[in-house]
Every structure is written in structure tokens, then in C-alpha cells.
């Protein structure tokens, strides 16, 4: 499982242990993923050319569409980025596929026990132990999400219950008579589940449950929804941070420093800024670029995550050397837009909505007038008409507040949105369409 040990080294020590992996990694990738060599080669670089982590810049970034070209459309195979034969696959999953078409992920057996492992580091960091029963609330699909969080955590001689194919209902049953004390799924999810509690009539603090594991949405680290699931839940809020393509990479520990430990003997990530690509220095808006420095069936090297996140140059009080990022993911650097000549990023809405309990849920809408952009809240909540007035003054007053930006607010009947148990996109963009149909 994990390293304790790599968990305490000294920057010094963790750099020329991310230097031997590194070079490991690259050597491999250039000799068995048609993809990266192609890479390489049309940018001029030999792996004996990155002979430190400065060196790292020289090698182009890749990212999520590059993958997808790679993959092509021939419908068959994982296409050129997989440095493995088909035979050696022992897992395969794919992306989400909630920003388009899914990727495909090919593991060995090798790479999903790396897998597990990093999970192990965060397990780990909140304290599972063997007296702990955990609960999986995840469809257990393709999506790759959750299976190695229940894998990880039975490896830990953990109990662990995969709450796949069942309703809300049975899984409180669950929770009720197997006396689960982790939870593990979607923030948004969660704070469902406890509202389901209370409608049937179950107190959660009547219940067993201590530690939730948040993770595939960013809502583990947004002030005012964790502070919502710690008092629905009375239990413990631990975030997790990772991506289907490059691994789970960041976990908070029990000492909670306001942040996330990024998993450094595992992930070497590069800090730049948003736009122009040039390091930033700690503290400051940082768009993540992450090599993982032991996935060999598909490598991943100098991979453009887009998460946005603010690094700390601060030690963390459990005496973890591992860096950790504050506030978790601050935002993706696409999903940055610019309205009425305001940055603007729908992280600040989640955190401003949450805050607010009779709203359960919402979507964003972005729209065009003429030449203006206008943007719609749509609140679901069960006060209406006259009485919903005081709700939608508040919104507006404090969306402004947080996004300097005005909004129309619209209240609509609890059920109007789907409710996805993987990761939900509140943010509707009917721009295009509608310059389309303009134009056409
Ligand atoms: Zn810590």
C-alpha cells in the first residue's frame, strides 16, 4: 500500500525520487506509446534530454482532446496513447463523457494496485481503520469514480459495502442496520441522502455514520457546502481530488489545514499560470499540469488537468511533507468565461447557493440578449410565489457580492432537475446555440 515514509521527506529527497521515477516513466512512454514517441519526436526532445524537473517544460503539454484524437474513430481498442497490448489488460473504464465523448482507460494489473495505493495514501489520512463499515454510494459503471476508493479500503481490511443499482432508501436501510461509519460519493449526492433520512423520519444523529469521502464534484472543499454536510451528517467532511486519465492524486488529512495534500511521490505537478503558461509562485491562481509519475499502461505526461488551484507554501499541522493545495480546486481554467468584462467562475455560485438551505439544487444559465450575456440562477426549493420573494432577493444580493456580476433569479418546484450520482454540470451555456440559430 502506501509509503508513510515518502509522505515526510524533505523537498530535496522527494525531487530526486520524482526525478528517478520520472525518467523511468519517460523512457517507457517513448518506447511503447506510439502517441508520445510521435510527441517526442516532433518536438525535437529525447528523454536523455530531461535530466532535471526543470528540464520537465521541454516536452509539449497533452491533454484530453489530444487523447481523444489519438483514440480516433475506429470504435475498436484504446488507439495509440496505451503503452500495453490489449492482452494485458486486466480493467478497462472510461471518462464521465460529461464533456463529450468518453475516453477510454486501459489498466494492467500493475497499474491498478499503483492505483490503489494512491487511494491507500488517502484512506489512510483520515484514519480508516478496521473497525470502520463503509458504504459505497456509486452506480459501480464504466466510469472508473469510486471502484478504487471500495478496493482501496478492503485492501485497508476495511468493510466496505458497494452501494451500486440501489435507491436512497435501501441505502439508508443499510446504513441504519450495518452501522456504517463512512460514507463515500458525490458531496451533492450526500446532502440528498441526508435529507431522504430526514424525510423518513430517520435522525442522522441517531445514526453511526463519523467520516464522509467526498469526491468526482468540487463540492468537499466549497466552505458552504461542507459546512451543510458536516451539520446534516454530524460527521467529518474529508475531500479527494483526481481524474479518470491521471489518477486520484490529492486527499485531506485529519488535521484539515484548509486544503488538500497532493500525492507527491505518486504526481508531479507544475504550477502555471492560467493564461500564459509561465510557474507561478505559491499562493497564487495556478492551472495545475500533472505527470503521473507511475501509470505505465497509459502514460501521462505533462497533462493540462485545466483545475485551478492556489498551492501553500505552508506545512501542514500533521506533519505530512507533501504539499497541499488550499481550498481544494478552485475552479477550471475553461470553464473561466468573461461576461460584461467580468472573470467569471461557477465555483462562486456553488459556494453562495449552498450557504442557502431552502435551495436544493440549481442550475446556471447563460444566455445572450442582443449583445449582452445575461445569466440566470435557477433555484430549485419549495417556497413559491410571494413567499419565495425574500429567497430571491437574498440570491441576487449575494451573487452579486461574490461574482460582481448581476442575476436574474428564477425559483422552480423541488424534482425539476435530474439527479446524477456521479457528477452533475449546473452551468448551461445556450450562447452558441443561439448565434447559431441566428445564423441560420
Ligand atoms: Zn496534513
Request: glycine share 10%; with cysteine; proline share 6%.
Amino acid at each position: 500500500m502506501w509509503n508513510p515514509i515518502l509522505e515526510k521527506l524533505g523537498p530535496s529527497e522527494l525531487k530526486k525520487v520524482q526525478l528517478l521515477k520520472l525518467k523511468r516513466i519517460l523512457a517507457w512512454a517513448y518506447g511503447r506509446s506510439p502517441f508520445y514517441r510521435k510527441k517526442f519526436d516532433q518536438a525535437g526532445v529525447s528523454v536523455d534530454d530531461i535530466r532535471s524537473l526543470d528540464d520537465l517544460p521541454k516536452i509539449p503539454l497533452t491533454d484530453k482532446d489530444a487523447w481523444l484524437a489519438a483514440q480516433g474513430d475506429c470504435g475498436q481498442g484504446f488507439g495509440t496513447t496505451t503503452a500495453i497490448s490489449e492482452r494485458e489488460t486486466v480493467r478497462y473504464h472510461q471518462t464521465s463523457g460529461t464533456t463529450g465523448k468518453p475516453i477510454r482507460l486501459a489498466f494492467n494489473h500493475r497499474d491498478w494496485n499503483w492505483w490503489l495505493q494512491c487511494w491507500g495514501y488517502g484512506l489512510a489520512a483520515l484514519e480508516l481503520s478496521r473497525e470502520d463499515r463503509a458504504l459505497v454510494c456509486f452506480p459501480f459503471n464504466l466510469f472508473v469514480g469510486w471502484w478504487g476508493g471500495q478496493d482501496a479500503a478492503r485492501l485497508m481490511r476495511c468493510c466496505v459495502y458497494s452501494g451500486g443499482g440501489m435507491p436512497t432508501e435501501q441505502r439508508l436501510q443499510v446504513i441504519l442496520e450495518h452501522r456504517i461509519s463512512v460514507l463515500m460519493g458525490a458531496p451533492s449526492y450526500l446532502l440528498r441522502l441526508a435529507a431522504s433520512a430526514q424525510k423518513n423520519g430517520i435522525r442522522t444523529s441517531d445514526l453511526t455514520v463519523r467520516k464522509l469521502v467526498c469526491g468526482a464534484e468540487p463540492g468537499g472543499s466549497i466552505p458552504a457546502m461542507r459546512a451543510r454536510l458536516e451539520q446534516a451528517w454530524g460527521a467529518e467532511v474529508f475531500d479527494h481530488l483526481g481524474a479518470s486519465e491521471v489518477g486520484p492524486w490529492g486527499y485531506e488529512c485529519s488535521a484539515h489545514p484548509g486544503g488538500v495534500h497532493i500525492c507527491e511521490s505518486f504526481f508531479l505537478m507544475e504550477f502555471v499560470h492560467p493564461e500564459t503558461f509561465e510557474p507561478t509562485r505559491p499562493g497564487e491562481l495556478s492551472r495545475l499540469v500533472v505527470t503521473s509519475l507511475e501509470k505505465y499502461s497509459q502514460p501521462v505526461i505533462r497533462w493540462d488537468l485545466k483545475d485551478l488551484v492556489r498551492v501553500s507554501d505552508q506545512p501542514c499541522p500533521c506533519g505530512r511533507s507533501f504539499r497541499w493545495v488550499q481550498g481544494g480546486i478552485l475552479g477550471r481554467a475553461d470553464d473561466l468565461i468573461k461576461i460584461r468584462g467580468v472573470l467569471f467562475s461557477p465555483r462562486g455560485v456553488e459556494d453562495v447557493v449552498r450557504s442557502f438551505g431552502p435551495v436544493s439544487d440549481y442550475r446556471v444559465v447563460l444566455s445572450r440578449r442582443g449583445e449582452m450575456d445575461e445569466l440566470t440562477l435557477r433555484a430549485e426549493t419549495a417556497l413559491c410565489g410571494t413567499e419565495g420573494e425574500p429567497l430571491k432577493n437574498d440570491l441576487k444580493a449575494a451573487l452579486k457580492v461574490k461574482t460582481h456580476l448581476r442575476f436574474g433569479i428564477e425559483l422552480c418546484p423541488p424534482g425539476t432537475f435530474p439527479r446524477q450520482e456521479i457528477k452533475t454540470r449546473r452551468l448551461i451555456d445556450l450562447r452558441e446555440k443561439e448565434n447559431a440559430d441566428e445564423q441560420g
